[in-house]
């Protein structure tokens, strides 16, 4: 039996909401080009990086694109995610989450966060979070997105405490996999909840207590 020493939370759709600027980023781009695109679409792009996530939302689309057109269209969608990032407030954590840190802290357990994105720093500041976590990995030093371990194993690796002894926290099908793959116990949430390679499951971070969080026992 491992005692839990360090949690590592992804950041979009589990600190924060941001899932809802992604989907409607790609959404005024798909409209824009033409390409069929809903909210059952964008569930597919959850936890996937931002190339990885065009070429999904490719999938439907009637012409064929050139590389340029697409690193064109990455860049016209980033655009507007950041516009609408210019929104976020510390008020935007999701609920339970300032809880639940605060909680991890006094306990003495690490907390990092392991993201795709490659607006992460940018995010951490808008709400306030800038300087609270041991560690910080995301998509800007990663080269394989979830369900790739590679940023929950760095995220480790950064706060040195070894895979067995950490927990994920994932909002994502494809993060509960990565973090599987990492050798670490997964919490899931929201949309991630349904996953059956979950070890713990919970609507949302103010369903579940530090004690069962921190337990190993299996869901
Ligand atoms: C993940 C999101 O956290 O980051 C994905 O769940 C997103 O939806 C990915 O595509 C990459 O984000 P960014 O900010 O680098 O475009
Ligand atoms: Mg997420």
């Known amino acids: 039996m491992h005692k839990t020493a360090a949690v590592i939370f992804d950041l979009d759709g589990v600190i924060v909401s941001t899932d809802e600027f992604h989907y409607l980023a ?3 781009l798909a409209d824009a080009e033409g390409i069929p695109f809903d ?24 012409k064929p694109y050139s590389d340029a057109n697409k690193a064109d269209m990455a ?17 935007d954590l999701l609920t339970g989450v300032a809880e639940v840190i605060d909680g991890l802290r006094l306990r003495g357990v690490k907390i ?5 994105s490659k607006n992460a720093s940018r995010i951490l500041k808008a709400i306030g979070l800038a300087d609270t976590f041991d560690a910080v990995a995301d998509g800007t030093h990663i080269t394989r997105s979830k369900p790739d371990p590679e940023v929950f194993t760095l995220a480790a690796h950064l706060v040195g405490i070894p895979p067995e002894q950490c927990l994920v926290v ?5 993060g509960v996999e990565a ?6 116990r997964v919490l899931a949430v929201g949309p991630a909840a349904d996953h059956p390679s979950a070890t713990l499951r919970a609507k949302d ?13 299996t869901a």
């Open 179 to 184: 973090g599987v793959a990492a050798g670490m």
């Open 112 to 116: 990092a966060i392991g993201s795709s």
């Open 39 to 62: 909210r059952e679409d964008n569930e597919r792009l959850r936890g996937v990086s931002r190339m990885e996530s065009l070429d999904i939302l490719l999938e439907k689309a009637l």
């Open 75 to 91: 860049e016209r969608k980033n655009a507007m995610y950041r516009g609408l990032l210019e929104r976020l407030s510390p008020a």
């Open 205 to 217: 971070l103010s369903a579940i207590s530090l004690d069962e969080m921190l337990s190993h026992r």
């Open 170 to 174: 994932e909002d994502a099908h494809a």
């Open 26 to 28: 790609w959404k005024e």
